[in-house]
């Protein structure tokens, strides 16, 4: 009877392990810092793909995900090492971020890669990332910026711009994106009339709108961030009428900008990635009944993130840093049958039969050989003093 017992409390203790051990997942975003307006929403797709998996019964037959978000300020190496480090010694599985790529290439050098945790970026787009000696375990979902700006450069062209002055924040994104973008519109045969970095978290941007006044041009292109430099620089440019339109990169774009600008904007432009395609219809969709919306940068991206984390544990059959590592490629890419948003369910239950998937998601996701998305960009413009999609590029 005794032994009888104790077999009971054995049983009803494992029972409620298993009960408890949820597989935890960390999210690392800019929660402060100059993309704060933006990452509410991508943190936010990036938990519906989790809550969905979880949610379906289906994920390593009916396990959970519990989530802990960290901060990477975007912009402060230091500060987002420090995050991660939590989140690792914490006991996460995998990380969805990091976002802006300075903080991304630090965590994944300092902490992810050297403790086998795969890292599914959304955002960072640098393309000093794509030669990352990260093992195989750094992936992102949205596209570098050598084609980037190449896609920028083609639009400005479009816009018959013949001279353009650049300012970029003085970080791997905006000295990446800038090399880029000068040589693609110089190829083009429009005038750069000068290139100039700016640093975030001043005060004041005077001295820097001034120097680009001086040089002129037909458009000024911001390569920054919304909610702090790149948005000052807009406004003393306003303000002193230097210039009055604006080529925009993907971190300048969000509803904060033309939430404080309004038509002031009406000629700017730019692009960031996205589709128009099945996905991008299903994610919204689905965003839409979870309370998200999904027209913001990198929505999309932050969702499919999550989704192949949670794949490639199913693929593997476990719930591990190794296995999500060895099966994100296989999940990702063809052959299998092609899985949307809002059909994770479909993907696990087919995947736990053995059956391969090839997950488009909402940005039709394809991995080149580095595990880098192809991608595809968003024209954006500035009517009525909000953003619109012009065309897919």
């Known amino acids: 009877m005794k032994k009888l017992i104790i077999t009971a409390t054995i049983f009803v203790m494992t029972m409620t392990s298993n009960v408890l051990a949820d597989?935890?997942?960390?999210?690392?975003?800019?929660?402060?810092?100059?993309?704060?307006?933006?990452?509410?929403?991508?943190?936010?797709?990036?938990?519906?793909?989790?809550?969905?998996?979880?949610?379906?019964?289906?994920?390593l037959g009916g396990e959970k995900i519990s989530i802990e978000r960290a901060d990477s300020t975007c912009v402060d190496s230091a500060a987002a090492t420090t995050a991660a480090e939590g989140l690792v010694s914490g006991g996460v599985v995998a990380i969805m971020g990091a976002d802006c790529s300075g903080v991304t290439g630090a965590i994944a050098t300092n902490v992810a890669v050297p403790n086998g945790v795969v890292m599914i970026s959304p955002s960072a787009t640098s393309p000093g990332l794509t030669d990352l000696n990260d093992n195989g375990y750094f992936f992102r979902t949205a596209p570098s910026d050598a084609r980037g700006g190449q896609v920028l450069a083609d639009i400005t062209k479009d816009r018959k711009v013949k001279s353009v002055a650049v300012t970029h924040t003085n970080n791997d994104y905006g000295k990446g994106l800038a090399d880029v973008y000068v040589a693609a519109v110089k190829a083009h045969g429009i005038n750069v009339t000068a290139v100039t970095a700016h640093e975030e978290g001043k005060g004041d941007y005077g001295a820097e709108v001034a120097t680009l006044a001086a040089a002129g041009g037909d458009a000024l292109a911001v390569l920054g961030y919304l909610d702090q430099a790149g948005g000052m620089i807009i406004q003393g440019s306003l303000d002193s009428g230097a210039f009055d339109v604006f080529v925009l990169s993907d971190g300048m774009i969000g509803d904060s900008l033309t939430d404080r600008f309004g038509k002031d904007l009406n000629k700017s432009f730019g692009s960031l990635p996205g589709s128009t395609g099945k996905g991008a219809g299903k994610f919204a969709e689905v965003a839409k009944a979870g309370g998200i919306d999904s027209s913001g940068p990198y929505t999309g991206e932050s969702y499919d993130a999550a989704a192949l984390i949670a794949l490639s544990m199913q693929a593997g059959g476990k719930a591990d840093r190794g296995t999500i590592q060895a099966n994100v490629m296989n999940v990702a890419n063809a052959p299998g049958t092609k899985i949307y948003p809002g059909e994770l369910k479909k993907a696990l239950d087919l995947l736990a039969k053995g059956k391969a998937v090839n997950y488009e998601g909402a940005t039709?996701?394809?991995?080149?050989?580095?595990?880098?998305?192809?991608?595809?960009?968003?024209?954006?413009?500035?009517?009525?003093?909000?953003?619109?999609?012009?065309?897919?590029?």
């Open 364 to 393: 039709g996701v394809e991995f080149t050989d580095v595990g880098e998305a192809f991608g595809s960009f968003l024209e954006k413009e500035i009517k009525s003093g909000k953003f619109k999609t012009k065309k897919q590029r």
């Open 23 to 59: 597989i935890k997942m960390g999210i690392i975003l800019g929660f402060t810092g100059p993309i704060e307006s933006l990452t509410p929403a991508m943190a936010a797709s990036a938990e519906l793909a989790f809550k969905e998996a979880s949610d379906s019964g289906s994920l």
